[in-house]
């Protein structure tokens, strides 16, 4: 029995579980209550063969989503814990601004479950914050996800294989191309790192996945530095069009 474990019993006497939404009393503390459990939107099948964005309707496996045919993605795959709501972003909001560190370890569990095919050879790779925004937040929320990945599927936890090097403005309302030149040269592999790229298969973890600008360039410098596979790792995926498909 680990330490953890013998010492639940105690920690559940003077800190009741309570679900980290609503307050309401759960079993454990580990997870959400049924009621907000049944508010998150979780993805699922038939979806795309590329990028798995659900599919409104029935259609057969190996299908691409037009995203993907117009502009084929260079990463191997997104693995999204759930589809972004309201639900999802009370969660992500409290870890990221709300020091909730907690959190991550239930929702990290949430994302190692979309992630079978990891194991031991695989690198969990956290998208880089710039190291003022670490310095004021105190933490990369991203790493925190990928800790308990990386524990849960055996994997190797890089939290430092990639750099931010130049602080970015917030991405949101920007086209493609502003986003892309906001993010030229932003993140790189530190030359002591590069070794560790070369043929390696990589989990590209954030904890949302907005309108990708991020991610994308975060692949980008590893397919570059020599990856052999990158999936991308996100707690929520912001899909609002699939929404009402789950």
């Known amino acids: 029995m680990s330490l953890a474990a013998a010492f639940a019993p105690v920690i559940d006497l ?33 979806s795309c063969a590329t990028c798995s964005r ?36 009370k969660l992500i909001l409290a870890l990221k601004h709300g020091n909730r560190l907690a959190l991550a370890g239930m929702m990290g569990r949430f994302m190692a479950a979309r992630l079978p095919q990891v194991d031991e050879a695989w690198l969990v790779v956290p998208v880089p914050l710039h190291r003022w925004r670490i310095w004021h937040r105190g933490y990369n929320q991203a790493a925190e996800l990928g800790r308990t990945i990386a524990r849960l599927r055996g994997a190797r936890l890089a939290v430092d294989l990639l750099e931010r090097r130049k602080a970015t403005p917030s991405l949101g309302g920007l086209g493609r ?26 989990v590209l973890v954030d904890d949302v996945l907005t309108s990708g ?10 397919k570059r530095g ?21």
């Open 226 to 246: 020599g990856a052999e596979q990158v999936v991308i790792a996100c707690f929520a995926r912001v899909l609002d069009e699939a929404l009402d498909s789950v």
């Open 54 to 89: 659900p599919f409104a309707e029935d259609i057969p496996d190996g299908l691409i989503c037009a995203p993907c045919m117009a502009q084929p993605p260079r990463h191997d795959g997104i693995a999204a814990a759930t589809l972004y709501n309201a639900t999802s972003r």
């Open 177 to 202: 191309k502003a986003r892309q030149r906001a993010l030229s040269g932003a993140i790189t592999i530190p030359t002591r790192h590069r070794q560790r790229v070369q043929g390696a298969r990589i």
């Open 213 to 222: 600008a991020t991610s994308e360039a975060c692949v980008s410098a590893l």
């Open 14 to 46: 003077v800190y009741p579980p309570r679900c980290p939404l609503c307050g309401a009393a759960i079993a454990a503390q580990i997870g959400l209550c049924p009621k907000c459990w049944d508010t998150l939107a979780i993805p699922g099948d038939p």
